[in-house]
């Protein structure tokens, strides 16, 4: 009996071998293609025509998607519909998600924006010097259709406010570049100076004319086809003329660039998609005319997890008086001959600048019982939170730091300057930690200044 003919038979190759994978079903090929991870399905796809169509396939890339992101966010509103929007920035024109597979390579690329960033002062090619603002702590997270990019700002060590920052996809005016796990290039650009485009005359001409709508002198001359329904072929033969039929004004205008100013065009701009609806023809973007972005320079702020091996590891934030409060992050080094507590400023202020350590201590604590002189230091915190409590508005706080109990003490050392980080200095100094969970810093410089901090996980998204 012919082989060929049995169940289960197998395709015969173009080169006369057997092809057992092709003769699967297409739900079962995919299944088994979402078995790989994405190289190899790359690889797959290379190998034949079937197999770079079953590669290519939207519901083998839904399961993909819906694997890694669907916890996250909802993956259908990421889609773009014909409906939806009429420019894409030209950063994401190669990543507009227009199906699943085109979906994975946006969520890849902005999957690396969720967690915490450091911002630095933004700036802008026409920007004169010393307009730099003070650098911000911004987080970004997953929302239903878009990553949302909140300011953090800290008015006092008991509370966190929440600033509306970017809505980060496809069809927003904001365009992140990642430079590598640690910094990014968040470019974004100002919609109230960007250029309205209406429909292109010459475009719904040739729309009417290769209707036959258009007669020289009749109604149709003056009625355009932009006010033809959503769907019906009207509307996309006048979508295929926006595309390719260019008024001669426009033509006029590119003619008579210079080299260099046609150089323009491959800067960041929008890449113009034709709508119908007067609304979203507000929006429309003549490419090139987005002006001069603000370039937001993002470093990535570790965020340490406590452990019973490293309890004081994390993010923390603590009032420096006049300084305001400031975050810090604080790791464990084991570099030296004997493990150490960091302490470096994720924002600092004129003295001491954010990427600085701003204090350290021996992991190994103080042992106990303390010396009459650990327990003097000890007793004078009141004192300490007295010329705090002059600094701050009263109810901030201070009075309930009086109940705090120390129940370690690490020896360490805290770091002085003068403006502009001049002259800086290690003075001694201890680190307390309280019965609570938070710690505490002091000063040992002739006046002892104390910085009482603690966690900020509960400001930050789970």
């Not at 770079?52 to 773009?80: E, F, K, M, N």
């Not at 987005?290 to 934030?317: D, F, M, N, Q, Y």
């Not at 930690?433 to 505490?440: A, H, W």
């Amino acid at each position: 009996m012919d082989v060929s003919e049995g169940v289960g038979a197998l395709d015969l190759g173009e080169k006369g071998g057997w092809s057992p994978l092709l003769n699967l079903p297409a739900c079962v090929l995919e299944h088994i293609l979402g078995l790989l991870d994405v190289r190899d399905i790359a690889s797959c796809g290379e190998t034949c025509k079937e197999l770079r169509l079953a590669a290519a396939s939207d519901g083998l890339w839904r399961g993909i998607c819906r694997v890694q992101w669907s916890s996250h966010t909802q993956l259908a509103d990421w889609i773009i519909g014909r409906s939806l929007g009429c420019f894409v920035l030209r950063e994401h024109e190669a990543l507009a998600p227009r199906n699943y597979r085109s979906l994975y390579r946006l969520l890849s690329k902005y999957e690396q924006l969720i967690g915490i960033w450091r911002g630095e002062p933004p700036g802008r090619p026409d920007m004169p010097a010393g307009n730099a603002l003070r650098e911000s702590l911004y987080e970004f997270r997953w929302q239903h259709d878009c990553i949302e990019g909140s300011q953090l700002i800290f008015d006092d060590i008991a509370s966190c406010k929440r600033v509306p920052f970017q809505r980060i996809h496809a069809l927003g005016l904001a365009a992140a570049e990642i430079v590598d796990n640690m910094h990014c290039l968040l470019k974004l650009y100002d919609a109230s100076s960007m250029a309205g485009r209406q429909l292109s005359h010459a475009a719904e001409a040739a729309a009417a004319v290769a209707m036959s709508h258009f007669h020289p002198g009749s109604p149709a001359a003056t009625s355009p086809l932009g006010t033809s329904p959503e769907g019906s072929f009207e509307y996309e033969m006048l979508r295929f003329m926006q595309g390719n039929v260019a008024s001669n004004r426009s033509r006029r205008k590119r003619s008579l660039r210079s080299p260099s100013q046609g150089q323009i065009l491959d800067m960041p701009g929008v890449h113009h998609r034709t709508c119908v609806k007067e609304v979203e023809c507000q929006l429309c973007i003549i490419p090139g005319r987005l002006g001069i972005p603000v370039v937001h320079h993002l470093t990535r702020v570790e965020r340490p997890l406590p452990s019973k091996k490293h309890p004081l590891a994390g993010l923390w934030k603590g009032d420096y008086g006049v300084h305001g409060v400031q975050v810090v992050v604080v790791v464990y080094d084991f570099s030296g001959p004997a493990a150490r507590i960091l302490a470096t400023k994720v924002t600092g202020d004129g003295n001491v600048p954010a990427g600085m350590q701003t204090f350290f201590a021996k992991a190994a604590p103080i042992a106990e019982p303390w010396s009459p002189k650990e327990q003097a230091l000890i007793q004078l915190r009141t004192v300490f939170l007295a010329d705090v409590q002059q600094q701050n508005q009263p109810g901030s706080g201070v009075h309930q730091a009086n109940a705090k109990q120390v129940v370690a003490c690490f020896k360490g050392k805290g770091k002085v300057a003068g403006q502009h980080y001049s002259n800086p200095v290690w003075v001694e100094g201890r680190l307390w930690q309280y019965d609570d969970g938070d710690i505490g810093f002091v000063w040992l410089a002739g006046t002892e200044v104390l910085v009482d901090l603690t966690r900020i996980d509960d400001d930050l998204s789970r």
